[in-house]
C-alpha cells in the first residue's frame, strides 16, 4: 500500500501562487508515475499535470504557469501554481501510479482545496 498526503492548499487572490505538496509514505514501493488532477464543483476530474522520472506533461490550461517537480530523496511531488486564476478553483488531488509487492496500481490523496478570488 502507498499513501498519499496533499498540503499546501487554500484561499489565494487571482494572481497570486501557491504550492501544493504530495507525500508518498508506505512500505517497499516504487513509484513509476506522480501526477496532479483536480475537480470543480459539478465538474470531471481532469488531469493537471504528471511527471515520471523527470519527463513532464501539463494541461494546456496551466501550461506556462504550474511547474510540477519531485524531490525523489523525500518521496513528495510538489505543483507551484503561479498567477492563479479563479478557473483554478478546485480540489487538487494527488495520485501515483507505483508498484508494490509486484502488483502494479493506483493510489489517490485525500484531496486539498485550492480557491482563488477575483
Known amino acids: 500500500q502507498v499513501q498519499l498526503v496533499e498540503s499546501g492548499g487554500g484561499l489565494v487572490q487571482a494572481g497570486g501562487s501557491l504550492r501544493l505538496s504530495c507525500a508518498a509514505s508506505?512500505?517497499?514501493?516504487?513509484?513509476?508515475?506522480m501526477g496532479w488532477y483536480r475537480q470543480a464543483p459539478g465538474k470531471q476530474r481532469d488531469l493537471v499535470a504528471t511527471?515520471?522520472?523527470?519527463?513532464?506533461n501539463y494541461a494546456d490550461s496551466v501550461k506556462g504557469r504550474f511547474t510540477i517537480y519531485r524531490d525523489n530523496t523525500k518521496n513528495t511531488m510538489y505543483l507551484q501554481m503561479n498567477s492563479l486564476k479563479p478557473e483554478d478553483t478546485a480540489v487538487y488531488y494527488c495520485?501515483?501510479?507505483?508498484?508494490?509487492?509486484?502488483?502494479?496500481?493506483?493510489?489517490w490523496g485525500q484531496g486539498t482545496q485550492v480557491t482563488v478570488s477575483s
Open positions: 508506505g512500505s517497499d514501493f516504487s513509484i513509476l508515475t
Open positions: 511527471i515520471t522520472s523527470g519527463d513532464t
Open positions: 495520485t501515483t501510479r507505483a508498484r508494490t509487492g509486484g502488483i502494479i496500481r493506483n493510489y
